[in-house]
């Protein structure tokens, strides 16, 4: 619940008043790369540092920008203003300012509003906001005034007050906000941490500082997986977060961090440590990747890592085609002892280019289908020994990856050459898989990781949302038309080239390198999975995935020589092979599969009947829904449920870069029904009463043009300029996190639509 007015003379509390208020009704839109204007409302520092009118995300630029990371690219609220942020609180410039306060950007913005209110609907549903007035495209063009643009600001646009394009803060709560910053916006001084919990920061600190050589290339492959964690100490809401993160102090003293566009560059420092430092910004769902420390998790660490006796004879250097290679970098690790870490949480480093900053724009994910399912290969079959090992010393050279062009890189040279190496290094694994079958391996389910009878991470369902994207545990939905079988090799260079090695503020071509990179390793992937298939399928199946490819991709898949692998020893009996195997491989993962999306589990027979009719919606009427969308199903006497609907937009292919719209097939849109919420960045919030979720169905059916779609709409959406919508918000919110304590944060509503 949003607090109420505090009507005591005593200072207003950031932490109990002020900041609660600002996750509900701003942090919802200010927070990561993607807040408007820069502006980060989920931390009191994020306020302090204001506003920029520089974008994050442009996938235009000609040059790297630098870098404007909160806590990491400046420290002070000084050395912002020297980057061009821009105060939003009433920082005060004089005497007479410091002592009372002033009306900041922030606070016209809220009265802005308040004097301006969305247009009403009177009684009747409310409308679409003006298109004329409101542009709410992820590449507009954003005014962030500085305060002496703000009377100018308030005179061209009355209506774009905060929240932008969303209802008004109610009077009370605005009050709290400008009293609030009148009073200087005060922030108590962050609480010391417990002593339990600082113990275990403590011991973990210690794990992460180890002075032999394995132990300190062991926590550099550490760092570099988890830089982007969350990571806890405890199960269940409210324990704090920490990031792992490289300091020029010591262990006991304040972090001081070093500041390099990627974790795997030089520190430049003769002296750092790998620390624990606690997360001060509000959990969003959009960039929230909880990894757990626990004793056990030290111990399997400890076991692989360490125990093993393997020796580490020197530590490898720092210099870019040796630091974004880790088959170069960290060789001296056993590969079979790197997979396993990966697979204990592969949903973790799947979800590292889903949720990082790589994920935002079409372009940047239209090199992935809109729903797929994602298996790993065992890993006692595809990097313990048996030759494995030297494969990848051997092909270390063609597994490089674009980082190492840096964040100012060309595109057409580069690209023909990691295309070339890629075509090689499929090659040599393409001999090795023939040389293992003559030996007497066998290609079957023994293949597949099935979580070693525990862990659910084996099977991971992926959905594309057109410019962003969600990975979940478990074989969510009607089976896709595509698959993909990870191996260790490709796990690894997934999160080299699109988490640690990708830099969100690189210019064009390193952008359009790791995108067109992603290609290569979305197609093994699949590749891996049609091996199990029987070869005289191969072929055309992988045409049906590829029709009206462009030629340079058919090389490439020509390349991969899927049909030219051995033979399944899978014996098929059905007419329908690739149907077969996806039942084959549930039967086989059938004690680890996650199913708590499925509609099946809904208890209500008969809304689970209606829930299943609904899934069965397919073809063109589904154009005119949007990507993700999440329904509350109303019924008097029972708390709401809520599914999430998700559109799988059809696609002849997905190999286009800058031409999508030429690969779609609305005739092959298929609907996913999910019992609960997935996803991060909801398009449209729809309700309806128990009793019209049929005609909800009839009428989504029967969708054929945009007017069809606003009166569907007018019917049972929640719209971003209805009365109720920060009521229906905050349930939302809330149902939200009591479904996954420790997996969700707040949703993010910079996609919501406006039709």
């Not at 085609?321 to 204990?344: C, K, T, W």
């Not at 030429?662 to 996913?672: G, I, Y």
Request: with cysteine; charged share 20%.
């Amino acid at each position: 619940m949003v607090p109420a007015h505090a009507t005591d003379p005593a200072p207003i509390s950031y932490a109990r008043h002020i900041q609660p208020l600002l996750e509900r009704r701003c942090v919802v839109c200010h927070a990561c790369y993607d807040a408007p204007c820069q502006l980060k409302l989920g931390a009191i520092e994020g306020l302090a540092r204001g506003a920029s009118k520089d974008k994050v995300y442009d996938g235009t630029r000609l040059l790297e920008a630098a870098p404007s990371r909160l806590y990491v690219d400046a420290l002070s609220t000084a050395q912002w203003r020297d980057k061009g942020f821009t105060p939003v609180t009433g920082e005060p410039t004089s005497a007479v300012g410091a002592a009372n306060g002033s009306r900041g950007v922030l606070q016209r913005m809220l009265e802005l509003k308040a004097r301006n209110p969305l247009p009403s609907a009177g009684n009747g549903p409310a409308a679409p906001l003006p298109k004329s007035t409101f542009d709410f495209g992820l590449d507009r063009k954003q005014s962030c005034p500085a305060p002496r643009e703000m009377d100018a600001f308030e005179r061209e646009h009355p209506q774009w007050g905060m929240p932008f394009g969303l209802p008004g803060l109610s009077p009370t709560e605005t009050r709290l906000v400008t009293d609030w910053l009148q009073q200087g916006a005060p922030a108590e001084t962050p609480a010391p941490l417990a002593p339990a919990v600082a113990r275990q920061v403590a011991q973990w600190e210690t794990f992460f500082n180890g002075h032999s050589n394995k132990e300190r290339l062991v926590s550099r492959y550490l760092f570099e997986h988890l830089f982007q964690a969350h990571l806890h100490f405890e199960a269940g809401a409210g324990q704090p977060y920490f990031r792992l993160v490289r300091s020029l102090t010591p262990p006991g003293q304040p972090v001081r961090p070093v500041a390099t566009r990627r974790p795997t560059d030089d520190p430049q420092a003769s002296a750092f440590y790998y620390r624990l430092e606690p997360e001060r910004e509000t959990i969003v769902d959009k960039t929230h990747m909880p990894y757990a420390l626990t004793p056990q998790r030290m111990a399997h660490w400890r076991a692989w890592f360490l125990d093993d006796p393997y020796p580490v004879t020197r530590l490898p250097g720092y210099a870019p085609e040796v630091a974004n290679n880790p088959f170069v970098v960290f060789q001296e690790i056993p590969p079979a002892v790197r997979y396993r870490f990966l697979l204990d949480e592969a949903q973790f480093f799947v979800m590292g280019f889903i949720k990082g900053p790589v994920c935002r724009g079409q372009v940047a994910l239209n090199v992935i289908e809109d729903h797929f399912w994602v298996f790993f290969y065992n890993d006692r079959m595809d990097a313990a020994g048996e030759g494995m090992d030297e494969l990848l010393r051997q092909q270390a050279h063609n597994l490089a990856l674009p980082a190492e062009q840096s964040s100012q890189a060309g595109f057409v040279g580069p690209w023909l050459g990691y295309a070339l190496r890629e075509r090689d290094y499929l090659q040599a694994k393409a001999a090795y898989m023939v040389q293992k079958v003559q030996e007497g391996r066998r290609i079957d389910l023994g293949l597949i990781w099935d979580g070693d009878g525990r862990n659910r991470n084996a099977a991971l369902t992926v959905f594309r949302h057109f410019d962003n994207a969600t990975v979940v545990q478990g074989l969510v939905g009607d089976p896709p038309k595509t698959a993909w079988v990870i191996s260790y090799s490709l796990l690894e260079r997934i999160h080299y080239l699109l988490v640690a090695g990708f830099d969100v503020y690189g210019n064009v071509g390193h952008q359009l390198l790791s995108r067109l990179y992603m290609d290569f390793l979305r197609m093994e992937g699949e590749v891996n999975f049609l091996t199990l298939l029987p070869r005289a399928e191969r072929a055309s199946l992988h045409n049906h995935w590829y029709r009206g490819a462009s030629a340079q991709a058919k090389i490439f898949l020509q390349s991969a020589q899927s049909q030219s692998l051995p033979d399944t020893h899978i014996p098929y009996r059905a007419q329908q092979p690739q149907r077969e195997l996806y039942d084959l491989l549930k039967s086989h993962l059938a004690p680890v599969l996650e199913t708590r999306y499925d509609i099946a589990n809904v208890p209500d027979a008969t809304l689970r009947r209606d829930l299943l009719h609904l899934a069965q919606t397919k073809g063109r009427s589904l154009d005119w829904l949007p990507e993700l969308s999440y329904l509350r199903v109303e019924q008097a006497g029972q708390p709401p449920r809520y599914v999430t609907l998700l559109r799988n937009t059809g696609h002849a292919n997905v190999s286009q870069l800058l031409s999508e719209k030429s690969a779609l097939l609305p005739v092959e849109n298929t609907l996913t029904v999910v019992n609960g919420l997935i996803g991060s960045y909801p398009n449209a919030l729809y309700v309806v009463d128990r009793n019209q979720l049929e005609a909800f169905t009839r009428q989504l059916g029967r969708l054929a043009s945009e007017k069809d779609y606003t009166a569907f709409a007018s019917r049972f959406a929640v719209r971003r300029s209805d009365a109720r919508f920060w009521a229906f918000s905050d349930a939302l919110q809330d149902a939200h996190l009591r479904q996954d304590p420790i997996g969700a944060g707040l949703l993010d509503y910079n996609r919501l639509e406006n039709r």
